[in-house]
């Protein structure tokens, strides 16, 4: 069975730090691409960074470079997100996602999602 377990949200302060973790099972996690992404109330969701299987060349969305990092550990199933400098508006619920789709196309396409975790930046 395919797990996406998401745990670190919270409350912190505006200028504060977080550190989100998803930890999977039920898949071949060293094959897939792992993304964040987050929906704020009233808001669509949004793309917040992605790494790719082995590692290189993460990317995010601008509104959160140079804050937050991706990370993830191959040997444990596992992604982070680490934060830094938050801001109220990176107040949203973060979904950790994982997918295949770099793959050969006669490799079945599998996107997974976690559960949400809700992150709120507040004084």
């Known amino acids: 069975q395919v797990q996406l377990v998401e745990s670190g949200g919270g409350l912190v302060q505006p200028g504060g730090s977080l550190r989100l973790s998803c930890a999977a099972s039920g898949f071949t996690f060293s094959m897939y691409t792992m993304s964040w992404y987050r929906q704020a109330p009233g808001k669509e969701r949004e793309l917040v960074a992605t790494?790719?299987?082995?590692?290189?060349?993460?990317n995010y969305a601008d509104s959160v470079k140079g804050r937050f990092t991706i990370s993830r550990d191959n040997a444990k199933n596992t992604v982070a997100l680490q934060m830094n400098s938050l801001k109220p508006e990176d107040t949203a619920v973060y979904y950790c996602?994982?997918?295949?789709?770099?793959?050969?196309?006669?490799?079945?396409?599998?996107?997974?999602w976690g559960q949400g975790t809700q992150v709120t930046v507040s004084s």
């Open positions: 996602r994982a997918d295949n789709h770099r793959r050969p196309s006669r490799v079945t396409k599998y996107e997974y």
């Open positions: 790494i790719p299987s082995s590692g290189g060349s993460p």
